[in-house]
């Protein structure tokens, strides 16, 4: 047989390869079959409800549209898995904001390795038991009014149901990090808005074979804005700036190491996608209190941070500043300055022209500080110019949520794709290790 003339293998068939040694077929596999659990959950209704007339109630509600973003429409549907990912989102948020502001979570976190990683999870989970407890009996009382027969145990079935799903649904995207792809929760929310965006596709397709010119010249607009967007967002994730690095001359031994250059790489946006999924949490919770307890002026609070609502400058004012604060927020969790210059020093490192020890870390802050704060406002801009435009342009098909929708999709997707790719190397690496 002669080698030479043996066909190489494709870059398909060497990846299918490496994924077939490295068990990754079996993690995919574990996560479709997971995802496809959750969608279903989100169609089993609960029972006693008058669907009909809730249906009615709740078609044209762009507050119920929102939410249903995030849900994969399981509110509109009244499924068991109507609060989905949300409350453990919410938890996720308040247990970390915790953590930076008591010493003994942060003792946890930073000190005690595996052991309070496991400890500060655990705390979550309850958390998220107890945010779920509340948001259940919030959309029981709600929906009471469509019940078939009315009564307190309607009310304690209906968030008995409600909250044991939700935490169904934060086991299999603990189950989904651990041992599918990673990015349980936020392969959640990818899932729901996914399930989603096919409706406003087809509504905006049909919307343009209209036959009127303009309509389809403001769809055509509309639709290059998001593919801009798509574009910036490609650039904020994968945006990074490069320190350069000298490692001094060692010698080991009778081996003398000459000086080495590197450098190190700080992201434009540390946080990734959790920044807007946690902004747009934040702001769901208003419009959730408004639509449970139907309170006046929880109402009114709920209508200026709409997008669709009287003030929508206020909306965007608020989004933005959340998104900012929480990418500092996530930065400050990522990366610590302090340490960083530690194990330069420790390394025989530093960065040319700067003093190693205090010097390092308030350059490598100030860097940080600017990276973030342009990281924080392009992402705000990428996730409000879209629907500023498709408000001007009177495409409402939508509802105002297509550039939050495509900020995570694509935030997501590249987070994922890293990770796999991540996760092949270091098994093929291994594999040569044994």
Wanted: hydrophobic share 50%.
């Amino acid at each position: 047989m002669d080698v030479s003339r043996e066909k190489a293998p494709t870059a398909q068939e060497t990846f299918m390869q490496m994924a077939q040694a490295a068990g990754l077929r079996g993690r995919i596999l574990v996560t479709i079959g997971l995802l496809i659990l959750v969608r279903l959950g989100v169609h089993l209704p609960v029972p006693g409800i008058d669907r009909v007339a809730f249906a009615e109630n709740v078609q044209n509600s762009p507050l119920i549209g929102f939410l249903d973003l995030f849900s994969g429409g399981g509110l509109s549907a009244l499924g068991i898995f109507a609060l989905g990912i949300l409350p453990y989102i919410n938890a996720s948020i308040i247990v970390q904001l915790l953590t930076a502001a008591l010493p003994s979570l942060e003792e946890l976190q930073k000190n005690e390795g595996e052991a309070g990683r496991r400890k500060i999870s655990q705390i979550t989970r309850y958390v998220s038991l107890g945010w779920a407890i509340l948001q259940s009996v919030g959309i029981a009382i709600w929906v009471s009014p469509f019940a078939q027969s009315p009564a307190p145990l309607f009310i304690a079935q209906t968030a008995l149901a409600l909250t044991a799903g939700s935490m169904f649904v934060m086991w299999i995207s603990e189950v989904v990090t651990e041992r599918g792809i990673g990015n349980g929760a936020s392969l959640l929310i990818f899932i729901n808005i996914v399930s989603v965006l096919p409706r406003s596709l087809g509504q905006t397709f049909e919307l343009a074979q209209s036959g009127d010119t303009q309509v389809v010249g403001r769809v055509v607009v509309l639709l290059l804005v998001f593919l801009v967007t798509i574009v910036g967002i490609v650039f904020v994730q994968e945006g990074t700036r490069r320190i350069p690095i000298i490692s001094a001359r060692r010698q080991v031994g009778r081996k003398v190491y000459r000086e080495s250059r590197s450098y190190l790489p700080l992201r434009l946006n540390q946080g990734g996608v959790m920044p807007i999924i946690f902004a747009s949490s934040v702001l769901i919770v208003p419009s959730f209190l408004a639509q449970s307890l139907n309170n006046p002026f929880l109402v009114q609070v709920a209508n200026v941070l709409s997008p669709n609502g009287p003030t929508p400058w206020a909306y965007a004012l608020f989004y933005l500043t959340l998104i900012l604060f929480f990418s500092y927020f996530y930065a400050s969790l990522i990366v610590n300055p302090v340490d960083m210059s530690q194990n330069l020093k420790k390394m025989g490192a530093s960065i040319p022209g700067i003093r190693p020890g205090q010097k390092t870390s308030d350059y490598v802050e100030k860097v940080l500080n600017r990276l973030t704060f342009l990281g924080a406002i392009f992402l705000g801009l990428v996730a409000i110019v879209p629907t500023a435009v498709e408000s001007a342009i009177g495409v409402q098909t939508f509802r105002g949520f297509g550039a939050t929708s495509l900020l995570i999709l694509v935030g997501v997707a590249i987070e994922t794709a890293k990770q796999i790719q991540t996760y092949v190397i270091s098994q093929r690496y291994e594999g040569m290790v044994k």
